[in-house]
Nanobody
Framework: QVQLVESGGGLVQPGGSLRLSCTSS????????VGWFRQVPGKEREGVSC???????YYADSVKGRFTISRDNIQNMVYLQMNSLKPEDTAVYYC????????????????WGQGTQVTVSW
């Protein structure tokens, strides 16, 4: 069983950077495709970036060129490096796992952690 824990969120000014981290306290993440998702109140959870999806490495159009997903199989960690942050990136960010080759969509992922808040504001 996978139990995910996200960290690294915070308050940052527009144009700034953050690195989110995700680890599992249960089964190793090496067995799964992994992804980062975000959600704002009143909206559905959206896929930001996934590794091992049907598209290989997936990035939402809104984050292409700014965000980078990576994984460290030895440390059992998944990261999301976020650069050039914009106010519209403000959300709670979650990591999730899925079987390999699924879409980078919240309906295809699970084992959600508690999320980490990212706020981009002056």
């Amino acid at each position: 069983q996978v139990q995910l824990v996200e960290s690294g969120g915070g308050l940052v000014q527009p144009g700034g950077s953050l690195r989110l981290s995700c680890t599992s306290s249960g089964r190793s993440l090496n067995y799964y495709a992994v992804g980062w998702f975000r959600q704002v109140p009143g909206k559905e959870r959206e896929g930001v970036s996934c590794l091992g999806s049907i598209d290989g490495t997936y990035y939402a159009d809104s984050v292409k060129g700014r965000f980078t997903i990576s994984r460290d199989n030895i440390q059992n960690m998944v990261y999301l490096q976020m650069n050039s942050l914009k106010p519209e990136d403000t959300a709670v960010y979650y990591c999730g796992t899925a079987y390999w080759g699924r879409r980078c969509a919240a309906t295809d992922y699970g084992s959600w952690g508690q999320g980490t808040q990212v706020t981009v504001s002056w």
